[in-house]
């Protein structure tokens, strides 16, 4: 072993970090135990950023109560990992991850009915008319129909806005349980974030957050 590594191994655990900040690369440590194979660890960063949203959605073919149309405060978040940071001391900029995946999150679910396809393709004459009449209510508030909701223009990966009746839907290509959803988040981040120096870690969708927190994960399979 070259002796910078073995002066690192000497080291006590609590060292490491500071090790990192001093810009010491640590070697690969293999730890043996009875139950398992040798398996190679790495000192990795790991950075965690999430949003709000409220919307609401139904799950199609549910045995119980979630058939009905239904809101949750919903909270979407990643966490995004790397061994070495980038030039700027970053797994990635936190402002990156806001503008360019947790917003149009927002833009695309907030106070949104979230559906499947084949859902939405069997009820949305029935929501054009249901729209069409919750949305003229506003003649007695504002005399007018006032504004259409703020939507995400286009598509965001496989998930896009319909507006029947002036209503907002956000329609996904699945059933959008909050295991599905984390599956997307997973996915939607990767294609923006992952490269050769970042993964994505971990996608957590949570569906509730008070009295309890019920939530979902999706982590990518061990290499």
């Known amino acids: 072993m070259l002796p910078v590594a073995q002066a690192v191994l000497d080291q006590p655990l609590g060292r490491w970090s500071s090790l990192l ?17 040798t398996k190679d660890f790495q000192c990795m960063f790991q950075a965690s950023i999430g949003i709000h949203l409220h919307f609401a959605h139904h799950v199609r073919g ?3 109560p979630c058939i009905s149309l239904h809101g949750h405060t919903w909270r979407f978040e990643v966490t995004l990992a790397a061994s070495e940071l980038d030039a700027e001391g970053f797994v990635v900029d936190f402002d990156r991850v806001h503008d360019e995946l947790l917003i149009p999150c927002f833009r695309l679910l907030d106070h949104s009915l979230a559906l499947g396809q084949l859902s939405y393709d069997e009820v949305a004459m029935d929501l054009a008319r249901l729209g069409h009449k919750l949305v003229a209510s506003r003649h007695e508030t504002l005399g007018c129909l006032g504004d259409p909701p703020a939507t995400y223009e286009g598509s965001l990966f496989g998930a896009r806005n319909e507006l029947p009746g002036g209503i907002k839907l956000a329609i996904f290509p699945f059933v959008p349980t909050s295991e599905r959803l984390a599956a997307w988040l997973h996915g939607a981040a990767s294609a923006l974030f992952a490269d050769g120096r970042v993964h994505v870690a ?14 979902a994960d999706f982590l990518p399979p061990s290499p």
């Open 21 to 37: 900040l001093e810009g010491v690369t640590l070697p690969t440590i293999s730890l043996h135990t009875r139950r398992q194979r």
């Open 62 to 64: 549910h045995r119980g």
């Open 202 to 215: 971990r996608a957590r969708v949570y569906e509730s957050l008070h009295p309890s927190e019920s939530y």
